[in-house]
């Protein structure tokens, strides 16, 4: 078993800057895959980037290549999604994920291949 703890939502204008955490406790060493989803009102739950927990390999979704970033403590133990220029579309709640299963490239960001998830951190960009 694995828990998931985020941190770090928050409110910010337009073109501002958030850093999210995710620690993480438990059986981590069995993690392949972290990842970040995030789910506005009204809309289902979307990959917006994951990285391989031993190679460090990232991936992100189109919208958000070139603003965001994701990365890891030297420890595994702990993900940091950094969130640059932000605007009022990525306000949602966001959650950080984790699964132990070997995945493919194009189910990386694919919610139904994640086993563990946080509780989820408000983001709310205003104009």
């Known amino acids: 078993q694995v828990q998931l703890v985020e941190s770090g939502g928050g409110s910010v204008q337009a073109g501002g800057s958030l850093r999210l955490s995710c620690g993480a406790s438990?059986?981590?060493?069995?993690?392949?895959?972290w990842a970040w989803f995030r789910q506005a009102p009204g809309k289902e739950r979307e990959g917006v980037a994951a990285?391989?927990?031993?190679?460090?390999?990232?991936y992100y979704v189109d919208p958000v290549k070139g603003r965001f970033t994701i990365s890891q403590e030297n420890t595994k133990r702990t993900v940091y999604l950094q969130m640059n220029i932000l605007k009022p579309e990525d306000t949602a709640m966001y959650y950080c994920?984790?699964?132990?299963?070997?995945?493919?490239?194009?189910?990386?960001?694919?919610?139904?291949?994640?086993?563990?998830w946080g509780q989820g951190t408000q983001v709310t960009v205003s104009s």
């Open positions: 994920a984790a699964t132990d299963v070997w995945l493919l490239t194009r189910g990386i960001l694919d919610k139904s291949k994640y086993n563990y």
């Open positions: 990285m391989s927990r031993s190679a460090g390999t990232t």
């Open positions: 438990g059986a981590t060493y069995n993690m392949k895959y």
